[in-house]
């Protein structure tokens, strides 16, 4: 795999290292049957202690250096896995930072979550047990039988017919359950969506009261897995008995030809225990390979997963840097821009000019899906317009280094995102510098200082996965402070003032307004009242321009403008003359 090319680089002496102590230990239990012999054929036969002490020393002395290699063996595998699983780790996390949005699109975050942890714990642990067995099991099996035949040739021949047939029903039950193995996968995966859904939608659920067609539900997919598990345990449970059984037969076989050859004198009591022995080892090292071949393929499987991951293109959707670092003014332009999603059917934007000054503030109203959000995204370049040209500061925004956008401009999201940690930490995510009286500045400008002050700690106040313990406006307001603590040229709001009443939206944007120097803000909403004093409106319908221009003036002239504005303040309708 090419996983393991890439990232085991550095542990080459592990892993060469792990199998070779591995295969020592092998080696010491393969001569631990011909001591055995040696105490019953010459030691007991022949009452003599010294031998018998001598030959039990040498197991001792085995035991010790089997230990030795074993804790040295897994001492390597342990730190050329880890160390492995440790680099794809972060190099699958690294690569996931610097996807474009148009790739994040693509992919959902469960997915990414699960490569980051499950999938490449699974690796790790597949690697760790091939490091220690993949060449130990195999050198026992045959070993055992190279063994066999330094002890008698006619009792050796015995092996040779076993290990063909033992092998062909661990394998043959291994390789009917690894496809059921991943059924088995496929319903556990359905039965956690399942609980997913019921456990995020309960309200709905309880409100159309629908709780037994649920319980049903989930009791099928329930009884499908169990039904599904008893068949591949059943499968997997006769791979014992049989093996056992075969074992059984061959041992009989052996203990029959050994007595045979020990009535002839051609063989001793010692060696026909030692070939019991041989044997013993070889089927237990046979279901511990059928084992580890089932765990390899599922670690297999999952080091292909991540390596999709991994093959998605970074940035794939933003190129062409420049080399310009600061921007000229605050101003903004789009010259007959047009957006199409990957995979889309259609256009999310189509022709859209605009032109925003330095200092003014720019309002976006349309309906859902219209493409209100997919504009102002254009502008920090998030994504690239498929047509036309955006301007920001005069220049094309492919003329920027990369990040030199983003630093000057403040991105407030349409979902307020908040992380763990304190108020601060969260404040000054994107100004690590900045100094307590900045941060209740901008707490302030975004309404949200008694918020804040009100809280034990205040800065200091911790804020729990996602914001959890906060409301919706509360999020809203701190994530508002959030970019302007940045000081940003340019300011972005994507419908994030949906969660505040009238007054706060409106003392909000009062505020924004009376910030000093250029302030270039673009607000997106759904509200006709948060932008009817902006300097320019733009209605969006379909992803296409329905009007522009001042409130007075699309009021008079845009039949969208009026529809949103109207069905929000039907009172300001004038009534029809008769």
Not at 227 to 246: D, E, H, I, K, Q
Not at 497 to 523: E, Y
């Amino acid at each position: 795999m090419k996983l393991l090319k890439t990232y085991l680089h550095g542990y080459e002496k592990e892993s060469i290292l792990a199998p070779l102590f591995k295969l020592l230990e092998a080696f010491f239990d393969l001569l631990v049957p011909l001591v055995i012999a040696q105490i019953i054929d010459v030691g007991l036969k022949e009452r003599n202690l010294p031998k018998i002490w001598g030959q039990i020393g040498i197991l001792l002395l085995l035991a010790i250096l089997g230990l030795a290699a074993a804790i040295s063996a897994q001492y390597f595998a342990a730190k050329a896995s880890v160390g492995f699983a440790t680099k794809l780790r972060q190099a699958t996390f690294d690569h996931i930072q610097g996807l474009s949005y148009t790739a994040l699109d693509n992919t959902s975050q469960s997915t990414l979550i699960t490569r980051l942890t499950s999938d490449i714990n699974r690796v790790q642990d597949g690697l760790n047990l091939a490091l220690r067995l993949l060449l130990r099991s195999p050198f026992v099996v045959f070993g055992s039988m190279i063994m066999a035949f330094t002890i008698n040739v006619k009792a050796a021949l015995i092996f040779v017919v076993a290990i063909p047939v033992l092998s062909l029903v661990v394998f043959g039950i291994m390789l009917v359950s690894i496809p059921l193995f991943k059924k088995v996968q496929f319903k556990l995966d359905r039965i956690t969506q399942a609980t997913t859904e019921n456990l995020t939608g309960v309200r709905v659920i309880r409100a159309f009261r629908k709780e037994q067609a649920e319980v049903a539900d989930f009791d099928q997919k329930n009884q499908d897995l169990t039904n599904l598990n008893l068949f591949v345990g059943r499968l997997s449970a006769a791979m014992n008995p049989l093996t056992y059984a075969l074992i059984n037969i061959a041992t009989i076989v052996l203990i029959y030809q050994g007595a045979i050859q020990v009535n002839l004198g051609s063989m001793q009591q010692g060696q026909v225990v030692a070939l019991y022995n041989y044997m013993a080892q070889m089927i237990i090292e046979l279901i511990k390979l059928a084992s580890l071949i089932i765990t390899i393929n599922q670690a297999i499987a999952c080091g292909q997963r991540v390596d999709k991951v991994l093959a998605i293109p970074a940035q794939a959707a933003v190129t062409d840097y420049g080399t310009a670092t600061k921007l000229a003014d605050s101003s903004v332009e789009f010259d007959q821009v047009s957006f199409t999603y990957d995979q889309a059917g259609a256009p999310s934007l189509s022709n859209v000019s605009l032109t925003a000054k330095p200092g003014q503030t720019i309002g976006i109203i349309g309906g859902t899906g219209s493409g209100k959000s997919t504009l102002i995204n254009l502008i920090p370049r998030f994504y690239d317009a498929s047509q036309g040209q955006v301007k920001v500061g005069g220049r094309p925004v492919q003329d920027y280094a990369p990040g030199a956008l983003v630093k000057a401009i403040g991105v407030v999201p349409q979902k307020a995102q908040l992380f763990a940690g304190s108020i601060r930490d969260n404040l000054q995510l994107g100004r690590a510098k900045a100094s307590d009286d900045e941060l209740w500045e901008a707490l302030s400008v975004a309404q949200a200082k008694d918020v804040v002050a009100a809280k034990p700690g205040q800065l200091d106040f911790k804020l729990e996965q996602g914001g959890r313990n906060l409301s919706g406006g509360q999020k809203q307001r701190l994530t508002i402070a959030r970019a302007l603590v940045t000081h940003p040229q340019i300011l972005l709001l994507d419908d994030s003032a949906s969660a505040l009443d009238f007054a706060t939206d409106a003392n909000l944007r009062q505020a924004i307004h009376n910030l000093s120097g250029n302030l270039t803000t673009f607000i997106v909403s759904q509200r006709a009242a948060s932008i009817m004093q902006a300097d320019q409106i733009l209605v969006l319908s379909d992803g296409q321009v329905a009007g522009l221009g001042s409130h007075e003036q699309l009021l008079a002239t845009c039949p969208v403008y009026q529809e949103i504005f109207y069905s929000q303040f039907p009172e300001k309708r004038k009534p029809v003359q008769g």
